[in-house]
């Protein structure tokens, strides 16, 4: 029979009835659970992997991904059942996983049965199978995420207390003010500054245009002088010369150019030459 320990109560409640501890496990049941576990689980997971695989082949993926889906299906359900067994019991987000743990062992349970009815022979390979294999990764993406999401957050509901005692003052002693006679301070005057008389800034002289700016305002004037026309290249090397300006048809093209990126609807006025 195994043996049972008293537990003795602290020294503040001494004089209680002691605390029955809690019985040992035998030697075998505790090499069970370390080593049994984990045994079971890996023979399970290979138990699921091949049918799991020829299912991800059927549904149309090469085999480097086929090896993955017994990862997603089996270690899914295994994953979902342990974070619902780590919730309290009776709290909603147990109650979810439990949901969530039930769905993913039905999903692996579902994926096996039909890999071997393909198998065997008594089924076929349809669409709905395509289909319903092929949704698996999103689908378990997802709750898995959920069911993360729900243990930390009972998790953070269910974390202790932090008490924080306010920090003790000492009590301030009243001091007794004797009474003193108002003393009157002389008002000062205010004084009087003289304020800076403003400088004035001289007057910036307005350079004369560049060349090349003359150039521009030639070729602009050029537009209303031709009624809102796009002057041609003879027009504008002409009054070029005029204004004893380098005529040169290059030189008069660049300056239409500047001139109608600056206004971009010149460029769209019909040609004088049209007129």
Known sequence: MPEHELTLPPPGLAGQT???ATTALPLLVRLAIVGGRPAVLAAALALSAPGEYRLALLAGWDWPFALIMPGVLSLYASVAAAIAGSLPKGSTERRQANAGALIALTLAMTAQVFSHLIEAG???KSPGVVIAVSAVPPLVAAHTLHLT????????LTAPPVFVSPPMTPPVEAVEQEDQEPVHSPVDEPEVTEQPEPVEEPEKTQEPPTQRERIDLVIRALY????NRRPATRHMTEALEEAQLPS???TARESRKRV????????????????
Do not use: I, M
């Not at 209303?224 to 009624?227: E, I, M, T, Y």
């Not at 600056?262 to 049209?274: M, N, Q, R, V, W």
């Open 18 to 20: 002691p605390v029955r």
């Open 224 to 227: 209303d002088a031709l009624g």
């Open 122 to 124: 008594y089924a076929d």
């Open 260 to 275: 109608e990126a600056a206004e971009p609807h010149l460029k769209t006025l019909p040609s004088a030459l049209a007129a």
């Open 149 to 156: 999401a729900a243990a930390t957050r009972q998790n953070g």
């Open 248 to 250: 040169s048809e290059g």
